[in-house]
């Protein structure tokens, strides 16, 4: 690729497919040609995130919100010294907002210039979550895409959309299901998933569970 060329089309960028996991693939294959980034480190880095870091993290978090009025309190307050106390403010986690769902208010989280997440606490951003469709569409019809999702919300609730940022990402705290008096963390835990905490699903009803079984 000439360096001189003045053509905007003529940029690294512009050869690589438009599909979200084929550019980074496409960029992995680069990089590692260019002796820029070792593959087995990679392969490191997502494994931690994927089975040590990811959303189980955040499901604990919500758990004991829902069971701890106090925590909960804390965590909607200044979400970043509750989770620095746990050891889940790292990196892609400096800085946390907590938002709640209620009956009049659902929370959608969206990055509208690329995919800031919050590693920490959700692990490795999805697919869909990075991809141009999704980025856009949120912020200009969230009912449509929630919809697609399978979220029907009653049209008395409102609809708030949040912009992650590499300053600030936010975290969905989801509404507790009914019938889950009485439960333990762990049963609790097990009701979150990683879509309710960006708002793209709602929590797992406790028959959803029995169904699973």
């Given at each position: 690729?000439?360096?001189?060329?003045?053509?905007?089309?003529?940029?690294?960028?512009?050869?690589?497919?438009?599909?979200?996991?084929?550019?980074?693939?496409?960029?992995?294959?680069?990089?590692?040609?260019?002796?820029?980034?070792?593959?087995?480190?990679?392969?490191?880095?997502?494994?931690?995130?994927?089975?040590?870091?990811?959303?189980?993290?955040?499901?604990?978090?919500?758990?004991r919100a829902w069971h701890d009025p106090s925590f909960r309190a804390a965590l909607l307050e200044d979400a970043d010294p509750v989770l620095a106390a746990l050891h889940l403010n790292g990196r892609q986690g400096e800085h946390v907002v907590v938002v709640e769902n209620t009956p009049e208010r659902h929370n959608m989280?969206?990055?509208?210039?690329?995919?800031?997440?919050?590693?920490?606490?959700?692990?490795?951003?999805?697919?869909?979550?990075?991809?141009?469709?999704?980025?856009?569409?949120?912020?200009?019809?969230?009912?449509?895409?929630?919809?697609?999702?399978?979220?029907?919300?009653?049209?008395?609730?409102?609809?708030?959309?949040?912009?992650?940022?590499?300053?600030?990402?936010?975290?969905?705290?989801?509404?507790?299901?009914?019938?889950?008096?009485?439960?333990?963390?762990?049963?609790?835990?097990?009701?979150?998933?990683?879509?309710?905490?960006?708002?793209?699903?709602?929590?797992?009803?406790?028959?959803?569970?029995?169904?699973?079984?």
């Amino acid at each position: 690729m000439p360096h001189d060329s003045h053509d905007p089309l003529d940029h690294p960028h512009s050869h690589l497919p438009s599909d979200p996991a084929l550019r980074v693939k496409a960029l992995e294959t680069i990089l590692t040609q260019k002796g820029l980034i070792d593959p087995a480190a990679l392969d490191e880095i997502i494994d931690t995130y994927e089975t040590k870091i990811g959303p189980q993290n955040g499901a604990s978090v919500v758990a004991r919100a829902w069971h701890d009025p106090s925590f909960r309190a804390a965590l909607l307050e200044d979400a970043d010294p509750v989770l620095a106390a746990l050891h889940l403010n790292g990196r892609q986690g400096e800085h946390v907002v907590v938002v709640e769902n209620t009956p009049e208010r659902h929370n959608m989280v969206v990055c509208t210039l690329c995919s800031c997440y919050p590693w920490p606490l959700l692990g490795i951003p999805p697919g869909w979550y990075k991809s141009d469709a999704y980025r856009s569409r949120a912020v200009r019809e969230p009912r449509k895409v929630l919809a697609e999702f399978g979220v029907i919300l009653p049209a008395e609730t409102a609809v708030r959309v949040w912009d992650s940022t590499a300053e600030v990402r936010y975290l969905v705290l989801p509404m507790r299901p009914e019938g889950t008096e009485g439960w333990s963390l762990e049963q609790l835990q097990r009701l979150v998933s990683r879509d309710s905490m960006i708002g793209t699903a709602l929590a797992r009803r406790p028959e959803d569970l029995d169904a699973a079984l």
